[in-house]
């Protein structure tokens, strides 16, 4: 195995934060389907395929490097959400604390001089700060919206088009 058994790990705690991310827009994605918000339900949806491909990303990496894939139980995510801020302002909290997660797997790579998870890393840093941007950018427009139904209506199916 090239990696530390710390570091196989930790990469197979990510995996499983990844699968909690992938499971918890999907259940947002559920929950804006169910008050006919088709367009959010949509964004959310490929979000959902979107961090299950991030767990995939940790899972090729663990067997590249010769080390093992353990999968943990998925946490049940939460159902629903006051508002469609409500539920973008808990997806930014929770891309930051992925944010933290990750930030803390580049601090033990750079500790280990794991180079090569190192750089394995780098793109998920990179992305990131795409995830969180997005996710601000999504909470503000609906702060500046607030009980507008013809904003969310637009903002709706903006989203959609993703
Ligand atoms: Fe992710
Ligand atoms: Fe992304």
């Given at each position: 195995?090239?990696?530390?058994?710390?570091?196989q790990?930790?990469?197979?705690?990510?995996?499983?934060?990844?699968?909690?991310?992938?499971?918890?827009?999907?259940?947002?994605?559920?929950w804006?389907?169910?008050?006919?918000?088709?367009?959010?339900?949509?964004?959310m949806?490929?979000?959902?395929?979107?961090?299950?491909?991030?767990?995939?990303k940790i899972?090729?990496?663990?067997?590249?490097?010769?080390?093992?894939?353990?999968?943990?139980?998925?946490?049940?995510?939460q159902?629903?959400?006051?508002?469609?801020l409500?539920?973008?302002?808990?997806?930014?909290?929770?891309?930051?604390?992925?944010?933290?997660?990750?930030?803390?797997?580049?601090?033990l790579a750079?500790?280990?001089?794991?180079?090569?998870?190192?750089?394995?890393?780098?793109?998920?840093?990179?992305?990131?700060v795409?995830?969180?941007?997005?996710?601000t950018?999504?909470?503000?427009?609906l702060k500046?919206?607030?009980?507008?139904?013809?904003?969310l209506?637009?903002?709706?199916?903006?989203?959609?088009?993703?």
């Amino acid at each position: 195995m090239m990696i530390s058994e710390k570091m196989q790990s930790t990469l197979n705690d990510q995996i499983n934060e990844e699968l909690f991310s992938s499971y918890l827009y999907l259940s947002m994605s559920a929950w804006f389907q169910s008050i006919n918000y088709k367009g959010f339900a949509g964004w959310m949806k490929k979000q959902s395929t979107e961090e299950y491909e991030h767990a995939m990303k940790i899972y090729d990496y663990l067997h590249e490097v010769g080390a093992d894939v353990s999968l943990d139980a998925i946490k049940k995510p939460q159902a629903s959400w006051k508002s469609p801020l409500d539920a973008f302002k808990d997806a930014l909290k929770h891309e930051k604390h992925i944010t933290e997660c990750i930030n803390k797997l580049a601090d033990l790579a750079v500790e280990e001089k794991d180079h090569a998870t190192n750089i394995f890393l780098h793109w998920f840093v990179t992305e990131q700060v795409e995830e969180v941007g997005n996710a601000t950018d999504i909470v503000e427009k609906l702060k500046m919206i607030g009980d507008n139904p013809a904003g969310l209506f637009m903002l709706d199916g903006q989203l959609g088009h993703r």
